[in-house]
């Protein structure tokens, strides 16, 4: 079993940021190698003083370290590494990622195709009710709606994947065991169920505002593309879009009415080349293509550099039961005996390949 106390402890010394926790696992392999380093060795590390190499020589205090994983477990959370397979694929992409996670709930494989939806904390009714129905209309076809459990525009996106049963995971910028803010407490006990609660923040740390752009890069990181809908120019939300952009991700935006204050953040965005976007078919259109990395997609196999396979592989659980003739969503979940969700994501990322196609009435054909 893996040793999360040298995580927490290494993370913990004073000074060891992201960057050089990654240099000290670049030069060790792991956080237990590290403490067990001679101080010689540990300040040849660029950044490491001679004061951070004492402490991190001394350090004694793993009694605490794990009174804090106890209490963790006692919050019904769990600290997932990025070296268990749990731990979100598309996060170790970005640069210098959370060494762990302080999680409640599950992540699942399928969490691999994911979309952010985010948008200002005091949207008007149009904002609301566009973004609960391209939440809604997202989770419907297997895509995970991620957001930042904030008022607004965030609460809209959980709840429309929440209503229409689908994957949600919610960043905070506070530790777990705070409810931020406090009238989102339904949606936070909620989340865990159909997805998770994600922190990187201690247990008991505030929602302070230089917590939220640290939280918005992992909303970024952990989607294939971010959805604006309603913002200013200046705001949250554009620290969401500048990682998105440093991260790959694509970027799209809701326009809305020329006269409003929170069309101005996506009209600029739209202006500046992003995907306006009307309908969820926009945001699915954009994702990139042979995306996925675990084991949902394994089966879909990867495009080829010279051009895209024109029939699925042999492997994939759900060709036998697709072909000329629509066939229903129902009878693919009966027909393959697969979970709902993991049908409706592959029919997706099968869409996306241009290898199936939609009917009305949720119906499935392969293309010619």
């Known amino acids: 079993m893996l040793d999360k106390l040298p995580w927490l402890a290494l993370r913990g010394i004073p000074g060891v940021g992201l960057v050089l926790f990654q240099r000290l696992m670049q030069a060790w392999g792991s956080p237990a190698a590290v403490f067990k380093a001679p101080s010689g060795e540990l300040r040849s590390i660029k950044g490491v003083s001679p004061a951070m190499a004492q402490a991190i020589r ?12 106890s209490q963790l477990k006692a919050q019904g959370a769990e600290m997932i590494t990025q070296e268990e397979p749990s731990f979100p694929v598309r996060l170790k992409e970005i640069p210098y990622p959370p060494p762990f996670l302080f999680v409640r709930g599950t992540l699942k ?7 952010a939806l985010v948008g200002t904390r005091g949207p008007s009714y149009y ?23 904030a008022r607004g525009i965030d609460t809209a996106a959980h709840q429309g994947a929440l209503e229409n ?14 409810i931020y803010p406090p009238e989102n407490r339904e949606l936070y006990e909620k989340i865990p169920e159909q997805g998770a609660l994600i922190s990187e923040f201690p247990l008991s740390t505030p929602p302070e505002g230089k917590n939220f752009p640290i939280r918005n890069r992992l909303i970024s990181g952990l989607s294939l593309g971010v959805v604006v809908v309603e913002a200013g120019v ?6 969401t879009v500048q990682y998105a952009l440093d991260q790959g991700r694509e970027v799209m935006a809701v326009p809305g009415p020329i006269d409003s204050p929170t069309s101005v953040g996506p009209h600029s965005l739209i202006q500046q080349g992003a995907k306006l976007v009307r309908e969820v078919e926009d945001i699915l259109q954009e994702l990139p293509v042979g995306a996925g990395r675990g084991p949902l997609f394994a089966a879909l196999g990867r495009v080829a550099e010279k051009g895209s396979p024109t029939r699925l592989p042999v492997e994939d659980p759900l060709l036998p039961f697709l072909g000329s003739e629509p066939v229903q ?5 009966q027909a393959s005996r ?8 592959r029919l997706t990322i099968l869409e996306l390949q241009g290898l199936i196609r939609e009917l009305p009435g949720k119906c499935y054909v392969l293309e010619n």
């Open 127 to 149: 904002g609301l009710k566009t973004c609960r129905r391209l939440a809604g209309a997202l989770a419907a076809r297997g895509v995970t709606v991620v957001s930042g459990l």
């Open 329 to 333: 969503l129902e009878e693919l979940v």
């Open 58 to 69: 001394n350090f004694r205090d793993w009694g605490l370290m794990e009174a804090q994983l």
């Open 165 to 178: 049963s689908g994957r949600t995971l919610a960043v905070l910028g506070c530790g777990l065991d705070i």
């Open 234 to 239: 200046r705001s949250g939300t554009s620290i």
């Open 338 to 345: 697969l979970p709902a969700q993991e049908v409706m994501s």
């Open 109 to 115: 494989p399928e969490d691999d195709l994911a979309v």
